[in-house]
């Protein structure tokens, strides 16, 4: 939408956030930092102190410039090992407990144990691929009063009878992500508490990844903040032509354009190298 489209629906009441939020100032992006605490990460079979050197990467990250560390005990990965609760939570939860007091911690998860449970430990932002689809997590995050990201997964459509009725994959994902949106706040979830993500990566191809980052605005003009995680995704490799490279450049370059678009969060493996970037997207302002 452009500026004079989005005041319009402002004015109509049909769009929340305030306009400067989206197109004027706002107060610049916020970088959320990649925690994983998955065998592929930490864990080598306990053969050193996992919890520490995890604990020693979420300050590293802070140092960085990360906003929040985003802890994730289980890979999200189509076709990754399913973690069962008590593995999750042995791997998320002693990391929580030993950061919570310095540092903004999200629990990317979801299961609601998780979610309850590392809740209560000091994280304050419940991060879910699913967008809350679980009755149980959004009734775990009105209780908790916490802030929730709640993406948009395709294959977890919102409304199983809705079929997607458009051949547009922005117009498609901006929908759920409204649907999402209403049935956490039928729920109990504040307005003020709940970000938007429109799942790059989860089941939308190449092209519907890239569609969705080019009209990153679109998104951003729901109403609710955004966050934007493209992170070493593989569509930067297909649209940038190196496959197997580590992708920085592309993440830095994604998140950097999103940041300019309306996206309020952005979720990254890189953060120094993003948190640089996104100060030259501020200084723009
Ligand atoms: N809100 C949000 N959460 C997410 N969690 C995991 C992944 C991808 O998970 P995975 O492929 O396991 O890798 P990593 O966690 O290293 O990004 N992507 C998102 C995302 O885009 N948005």
Redesign the pocket.
Known sequence: ATPDEYRALVDEGVVRKPFEEVFGEGDGTDV?G?L?V?PD?FYDGGEHDAVGDAVERAYEMNAEGADII?I?G????PG?EPVPVEEELDRVLPVVERIADDLTVSV?TRKPEVAREALEAGAEIL???TGLADPETRRVAAEAGCKV???DSVNVPVDPSAQSYYDDVVTDVARRLSETALQARRAGVSAEDI?L??????GKGTDGDLELLRRTDEIASLGYPV???????SFLGSATGEEEDDRLAPSVAAHFYAALRGASYV?V?DVAETARALRLAESFD
């Open positions: 959320m990649i994983n998955t990460s985003d994730g289980e890979s999200t990965r990754a990317d991060n879910d691929v990201v709640a993406m970000v993500d429109p799942g790059v990566g989860f966050l934007y995680g493209c992170s070493r995704k979720r493996h």
